[in-house]
C-alpha cells in the first residue's frame, strides 16, 4: 500500500517572501500522479498542483511550483511571493493509475501567512 | 450539478442516534469517496466507490460505519448508533474515472458533532 507522509505539521511564512512545504511518499509502483492541495478555513478541499510521475518537468502554477525527485520519492510544494490568502491547510496526495486508482492523502501541513 | 453537493452541512446528534450524511457527486464522475477529518487533522479514508464494481471498505472504522450508491450516482454514508469519537467533518470527493489526470472534486463536508 502507498504512504504519503508530510513531516512538518505546521509552517509559517512572511508575506511575499517563499515557503517550502515537503511531502515524501513510499510506493512500489512506476506510474503514478501526484497533488498538492489546499484547504482554507472554509473548508472545501481544492487542488493547487498536480505532477505526472512520467513527466520529469516539474509541474508550475504561477506562484506555485513543485520540486520532484522521483528516485528520492520526494514532491515538495514552492509558494513564492506568499499571499495571506495562501494561509490554509495543505495536503500531499497521491493517486495510482488507471480507472481503479485510489488516492492517498498526508496528514497535512497547516501555513500561516504573516503579514 | 455544478460541484459536489454534500447534506446536511451540520448535524448535531445524540449518542447513540443513527445518521444518514448524504453526497451528490459531479454528473458522470464514476468514482466516489468518503473521508473523515477530525479537527485540524489529515484525511482518514473510509470507503471508495469506482463504477460498478465492488467498493473498497478497507477503511470504514468500525460496523457501525456501512455506505452505498445508488444508481452510481448519489452516495449515503449511515453511521449507527453514533459515539462522541465519530464526531467530524465528513468529506465526500469524487472523480472521474477515466480521467487521467486524476484531480478529486470535493464537497464541502458534513460536520457531525454527538453529543
Known amino acids: 500500500a502507498q504512504t504519503v507522509t508530510q513531516s512538518q505539521p505546521e509552517m509559517s511564512v512572511q508575506e511575499a517572501e517563499t515557503v517550502t512545504l515537503s511531502c515524501t511518499y513510499d510506493?512500489?509502483?512506476?506510474?503514478?500522479?501526484l497533488f498538492w492541495y489546499k484547504q482554507p478555513p472554509s473548508r472545501q478541499m481544492i487542488l493547487v498542483i498536480r505532477?505526472?510521475?512520467?513527466?520529469?518537468q516539474n509541474a508550475t502554477e504561477n506562484r506555485f511550483s513543485v520540486n520532484f525527485q522521483k528516485a528520492a520519492k520526494s514532491f515538495s510544494l514552492k509558494i513564492s511571493d506568499s499571499q495571506l490568502g495562501d494561509a490554509a491547510m495543505y495536503f500531499c496526495?497521491?493517486?495510482?493509475?488507471?480507472?481503479?486508482?485510489?488516492?492517498?492523502f498526508g496528514d497535512g501541513t497547516t501555513l500561516t501567512v504573516k503579514p | 450539478g455544478a460541484g459536489v453537493s454534500q447534506s446536511p452541512s451540520n448535524k448535531v446528534t445524540e449518542k447513540g442516534k443513527d445518521v444518514e450524511l448524504r453526497c451528490d457527486p459531479i454528473?458522470?464522475?464514476?468514482?466516489l469517496y468518503w473521508y473523515r477529518q477530525s479537527l485540524g487533522q489529515g484525511l482518514e479514508f473510509l470507503i471508495y466507490?469506482?463504477?460498478?464494481?465492488?467498493?473498497?471498505k478497507s477503511g470504514l472504522p468500525s460496523d457501525r460505519f456501512s455506505a452505498e450508491r445508488t444508481g452510481g450516482s448519489v452516495s449515503t454514508l449511515t453511521i449507527q448508533r453514533t459515539q462522541q469519537e465519530d464526531s467530524a467533518v465528513y468529506l465526500c470527493?469524487?472523480?472521474?474515472?477515466?480521467?487521467?489526470?486524476?484531480?478529486?472534486?470535493f464537497g464541502e463536508g458534513s460536520r457531525l458533532t454527538v453529543l
Open positions: 510506493t512500489s509502483e512506476s506510474d503514478y500522479y
Open positions: 454528473s458522470g464522475h464514476t468514482a
Open positions: 496526495a497521491y493517486r495510482s493509475p488507471g480507472r481503479a486508482g485510489k488516492s492517498t
Open positions: 505532477q505526472e510521475a512520467y513527466k520529469q
Open positions: 466507490f469506482q463504477g460498478n464494481s465492488a467498493p473498497d
Open positions: 470527493a469524487s472523480i472521474f474515472g477515466h480521467s487521467n489526470t486524476g484531480e478529486l472534486f
